[in-house]
């Protein structure tokens, strides 16, 4: 079992940039591929971007490309998310995930076998 915590979530204005993080205990974080949501209400949980166990590979959602940014710190048990030129449409409760690293992307919830408690982000415009 791996617990997961989010933080670096708040308000923010439009054209602006977040840090999200995500800290990792329990299991070893390096076994884990990692991967960042985002949820509105009524909706489902739509994926951000995913970074393998070593961080050498990654890979986004197609509504965030370009503008996120994931990364890793396997030292520090952490995984990022650096959010930038926000829109209001980005704001959402965040979430991070841990899935074991079979060598795939993963791209879908229920792909993930561990979740944080999420952080909420509101882009004001």
């Known amino acids: 079992q791996v617990q997961l915590v989010e933080s670096g979530g708040g308000l923010v204005q439009a054209g602006g940039s977040l840090r999200l993080s995500c800290a990792a205990s329990g299991r070893t974080f390096s076994n884990y591929a990692m991967g960042w949501f985002r949820q509105v209400p009524g909706k489902e949980r739509e994926f951000q971007g995913g970074?393998?166990?070593?961080?050498?590979?990654?890979h986004y959602g197609d509504s965030v490309a370009g503008r996120f940014i994931i990364s890793r710190d396997n030292a520090k048990n952490t995984v990022y998310l650096q959010m930038n030129s926000l829109a209001p449409e980005d704001t959402a409760v965040y979430y991070c995930a841990a899935t074991t690293d079979r060598g795939r992307y993963y791209t879908n919830a229920y792909e993930y076998e561990h979740w944080g408690q999420g952080t909420q982000v509101t882009v004001s415009s």
């Open positions: 970074i393998s166990r070593s961080g050498g590979r990654v």
